[in-house]
């Protein structure tokens, strides 16, 4: 599968942003998705996942609260609609899927080529 993301830029601190991942190439609702970000200087971490049906999602307790992520599996999309954004949520965010099923797993097969998010303070 090949992942596109979009819908980076610069906001200001307390705004929202609203990304997007487009999948191609193979069947979508067999994947679980996934949000990681990597700051400067730091390493990638997760911010969220979902489920391949969208019935279970989970996020990284910096970002519960403030990040919704959702899926639309007849538009092969996957969203992480952010908001309360804060200077430490400057990142490039990454969207990534992987096959696994019956349990949450932090490694992806498939990654999109990442989007990067500015937050000014």
Request: hydrophobic content about 35%; aromatic content about 10%; some cysteine.
């Amino acid at each position: 599968v090949q992942l596109q993301a979009s819908g980076g830029g610069l906001v200001q601190a307390g705004g929202s942003l609203r990304l997007s991942c487009a999948a191609s190439g193979g069947t979508f609702s067999t994947y679980t998705m996934g949000w990681l970000r990597q700051a400067p200087g730091k390493e990638r971490e997760f911010v969220a996942a979902i489920s391949r049906l969208g019935g279970s999602t989970r996020y990284a307790d910096s970002v519960k609260g403030r990040f919704t992520i959702s899926r639309d599996n007849a538009r092969n999309t996957v969203y992480l609609q952010m908001n309360s954004l804060k200077s430490e949520d400057t990142a490039i965010y990454f969207c990534a899927a992987n096959q696994v099923t019956g349990t949450w797993s932090d490694e992806y097969d498939y990654w999109g080529q990442g989007t990067l998010v500015t937050v000014s303070s």
